[in-house]
């Protein structure tokens, strides 16, 4: 890449993360080098997380808060960020620890080197999820972990099983493919969205492999009963279906055309 390197964004989508927030901007400023932005997109937190960003902001220009008021939800939130974001590149993770501030770092280098997107994975050689989990008494459910290796497997082998993880949510991206797609769903079903339409439009993309380890600090929002697994079970289904219409229209298009 010749000239200046691009302005990085990185959004952080954040509800009650209050023990996360200050660890994870120090950590990432540390971690990055290129020039950057981050992004606090906060759905105005019970915790007050905004509140604490609004003090690192007086004193960090490269910080910015967003504090949403309305409508909240993380796929929203991300959007929201991507909206604001002023980078050549948008980079965007989980606040909780269980996205590593080094891997992010090593993520925007793979794009600096010329891919389109660049993505940490669980789901390849050396990558691991919830490394440390203890399955009884630990705060997050093991059938939640089952749940996404097993929802992980399913959409792999009926979208493009050359990518693993499309679950992630810890990935940088050159702006021009998020001019072209925005974000859609609700919680982490937008990622497989995004990603599967980024492979059919012929993106290059990197994996790399990450260890997540469970969150540092606070609780998961993400619903560990029986039936919060099973409803968002049914979003990925609707997704999925969504993306292999538009793989068919694609392939009828691309046989008309010749
Ligand atoms: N702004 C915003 N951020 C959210 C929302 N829900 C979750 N987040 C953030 O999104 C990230 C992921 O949320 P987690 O609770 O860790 O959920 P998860 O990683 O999918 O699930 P676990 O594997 O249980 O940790 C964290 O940084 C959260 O603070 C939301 O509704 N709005
Ligand atoms: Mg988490």
Redesign the pocket.
Known sequence: MSGNPPLVSIV??????AGNIVDIINALHQCITHPHEIIV???NSPDETWRIVEEIVLSNPFVRIER?MQN???T??IQHGIDRARGGIICWM???F?HPPETMAQLISHVMEGHDLAVASRYIAGGQY?SGLQWFGAD?SAL??LL?RFINVGIRWSLDPRFHDYTS?FIAVRRHILDRNRLTGD??EYFMDIMYRAILQGHRYKEIPFVSP??RS?????G?TFRQLFWRGTKYLRTLFKLWGLRWRRVERVAVQR
């Open positions: 952080l989508p954040t509800y009650n993360e997109v906060d759905d949403r909240p939800g993380l929203r939130s989980d606040c909780d269980s919830k997050e939640a972990v996404s949510g919680y982490g469970p969150r606070g609780v998961s929002k993400t560990t």
